[in-house]
């Protein structure tokens, strides 16, 4: 079974640039998760989804920030205009939510993209 | 205080050792707790659950203690191959499903 699927792994741009990154969750997970990781630092949530519906952005930055999850299966992480305290790898992650019968359960996560502004 | 804290280390350790980390958190409508493992330039992937009991597998114990708001993870037996960040995650529902990673402890196991 394949696992969380992001693209691109690596993205450089310089300030003021936009930049768009891409994650397709394990089929069948409702839940969809955005992180953002630091150097160091444990990550960080941006947004979550279930399904389709965002019921978490409250850490999103939503001036340059946005994300979406149209159809519920994959999403989208904007960020316009980008600035040097962008950089850092960006995480999805996905689970089953309520699917899974629990209250919070096992997250799974891509492989990230690391941003760098320059 | 940050919500969840941990010792970020490193622990540098010889093999066979038996090495211990802590970790605390500040909220006590906490509800599940998560030991996650993070190899150097690599996503975190689940190592264990935490139960109110208890538990272990294999050479990796983790325990809860609610009283005093900490989790704790014992590796016995340590292997080159666990050196890793160990991220310790916390979620609670405050009127909302938070999740919070800790910022993870680095283990080094040498030869």
């Known amino acids: 079974e394949a696992g969380v699927v992001q693209s691109p792994r690596y993205k450089i741009i310089e300030k003021k640039q936009p930049v768009a990154f891409w994650c397709n969750p394990i089929?069948?997970?409702?839940?969809l998760y955005w992180y953002l990781q630091n150097l160091g630092q444990g990550p960080e949530l941006l947004i979550r989804?279930?399904?389709?519906?965002?019921?978490?952005d409250s850490q999103l930055p939503k001036d340059r920030f946005s994300a979406e999850r149209l159809k519920g299966v994959d999403s989208t992480l904007k960020i316009q205009p980008a600035e040097l305290g962008d950089s850092a790898v960006y995480l999805c992650?996905?689970?089953?939510?309520?699917?899974?019968?629990?209250?919070?359960?096992?997250?799974?996560f891509g492989p990230g993209t690391r941003l760098t502004v320059l | 205080r940050k919500e969840v804290e941990q010792d970020p280390g490193p622990f540098n350790v010889p093999e066979g050792a038996t090495v211990a980390f802590n970790c605390t958190y500040s909220?006590?409508?906490?509800?599940?707790f998560f030991w996650y493992r993070q190899d150097c330039r690599k996503e975190p992937k689940l190592l264990m659950s935490?139960?109110?009991s208890g538990n272990e597998d294999g050479r990796f114990t983790a325990q809860l203690n609610r009283a005093s708001q900490y989790i704790s993870l014992l590796i016995r037996d340590s292997k080159l191959s666990d050196s890793a960040t160990y991220l310790c995650?916390?979620?609670?529902?405050?009127?909302?499903?938070?999740?919070?990673f800790g910022a993870g402890t680095r283990l080094f196991v040498k030869a």
């Open positions: 992650a996905s689970s089953l939510g309520s699917a899974s019968g629990r209250p919070f359960d096992e997250q799974f």
């Open positions: 089929s069948g997970h409702n839940t």
């Open positions: 989804y279930e399904n389709e519906e965002a019921v978490d």
């Open positions: 909220n006590s409508a906490s509800q599940s």
């Open positions: 935490v139960y109110s």
């Open positions: 995650v916390v979620t609670m529902n405050t009127g909302g499903f938070k999740t919070i």
